[in-house]
């Protein structure tokens, strides 16, 4: 059973800065992808970046060159680098892992889900 949880959430005022960490037990990153995912109230859930096992990464255009996610695979930890947080990055952020690369990768579809921390970033 893969346990992801989610820590380093926090209010924030615009432009400023926050670093969420993603521990992992039992889950080696030797395959598939890990991500991080955001919902704000009454929308739907958006994957804002993904990192595959062998490094590539993507991101949303809506944070592209603001956030940055990165693995310690000696430490089985996800991280997201948020800079120049703006209001509309305020949503629950979650972390997601997926064993099998074809599915997270190309369909987008991750099995595994932490519970979410918060991130509010005033005006």
């Known amino acids: 059973q893969v346990q992801l949880v989610e820590s380093g959430g926090g209010s924030v005022q615009s432009g400023g800065s926050l670093r969420l960490s993603c521990a992992a037990s039992?889950?080696?990153?030797?395959?598939?992808?890990m991500g991080w995912f955001r919902q704000a109230p009454g929308k739907e859930r958006e994957e804002i970046a993904a990192?595959?096992?062998?490094?590539?990464?993507r991101y949303a255009d809506s944070v592209k060159g603001r956030f940055t996610i990165s693995r310690d695979n000696a430490k089985n930890t996800l991280y997201l680098q948020m800079n120049s947080l703006k209001p509309e990055d305020t949503a629950m952020y979650y972390c997601?892992?997926?064993?099998?690369?074809?599915?997270?990768?190309?369909?987008?579809?991750?099995?595994?889900w932490g519970q979410g921390t918060q991130v509010t970033v005033s005006s």
């Open positions: 997601a892992a997926e064993n099998v690369y074809i599915k997270c990768w190309i369909q987008r579809d991750f099995g595994y």
């Open positions: 990192i595959a096992s062998y490094g590539r990464t």
């Open positions: 039992t889950y080696t990153a030797s395959s598939g992808c």
